[in-house]
């Protein structure tokens, strides 16, 4: 079983990687965009209200016998974090993730705080977290087909520093969900449950960094070449 197990979590760990999706859903010029490229790009925390964070009853309940049986689930002991361990490391995420991704665009980028003095040369990137779903990793792992699903959505905003306070001139919204591969209900397989079960933690990493990526380039598609 733990063999299984381990080779299980492999396989649904290299096919879960591409199965999360992030799209732009908007995309708005709000005002007269600089002429040149920025010498810097810097990268504000995204504000997000742990509050806010949507659980649809997360479970702890596998590994489990085959529901044919009938038999329930049994306790698995893995325990969701808390909403505002959740909330730190998604901002965390996203901001790391956009520098990175920012970089291989082509950009000088670094990460910034309210604090720190912003030259006029560079270009703010700063945004909030619109909605922050964690799903219900039991149903994702059991049912699939998008069953208890994440959802994250994000309003980014770009700001020219050059005229001295923030100037917005470029929205970007996104949206993103885990994946709808099939469930365990489909191959009855425990092992195969207990692996995406455990993979589904990270959906909601997985959106933040399929949402920094697709800003990234919506980012490099608008700014002069």
Avoid: H
Avoid at 60 to 82: A, V
Avoid at 101 to 128: M, N, V, Y
Avoid at 197 to 225: C, E, H, M, Y
Wanted: proline share 7%; charged share 20%; hydrophobic share 40%.
């Amino acid at each position: 079983m733990t063999r299984s197990f381990a080779s299980m979590a492999l396989g649904l760990c290299l096919i879960l990687a591409g199965c999360n999706t992030a799209r732009v859903t908007n995309q708005s010029n709000l005002g007269t965009a600089p002429s040149s490229r920025p010498t810097v790009i810097y990268v504000s925390d995204f504000d997000l209200d742990a509050g806010e964070i949507q659980s649809s009853g997360i479970a702890t309940l596998l590994p489990f016998r085959p529901l044919s049986t009938g038999l329930l689930p049994r306790p698995f002991g893995i325990l969701p974090q808390s909403k505002e361990t959740t909330a730190r490391d998604l901002v965390e995420l996203m901001a790391n993730s956009l520098v990175k991704d920012l970089k291989e665009e082509g950009f000088t980028a670094q990460r910034t705080s309210a604090s720190d003095p912003l030259p006029r040369e560079a270009w703010l990137l700063r945004g909030i977290f619109t909605e922050v779903d964690e799903g219900n990793r039991l149903r994702r792992a059991i049912i699939g087909f998008g069953s208890g699903k994440t959802d994250l959505t994000v309003e980014t905003m770009l700001d020219d520093l050059s005229q001295g306070p923030p100037q917005p001139f470029y929205q970007v919204d996104t949206s993103a969900q885990s994946g709808k591969m099939p469930g365990a209900i489909v191959t009855m397989n425990p092992a195969a449950a207990a692996a995406r079960f455990v993979l589904a933690s990270g959906d909601l990493n997985r959106n933040a960094k399929d949402t920094a990526s697709q800003i990234a380039k919506s980012v490099a598609a608008r700014v002069p070449k």
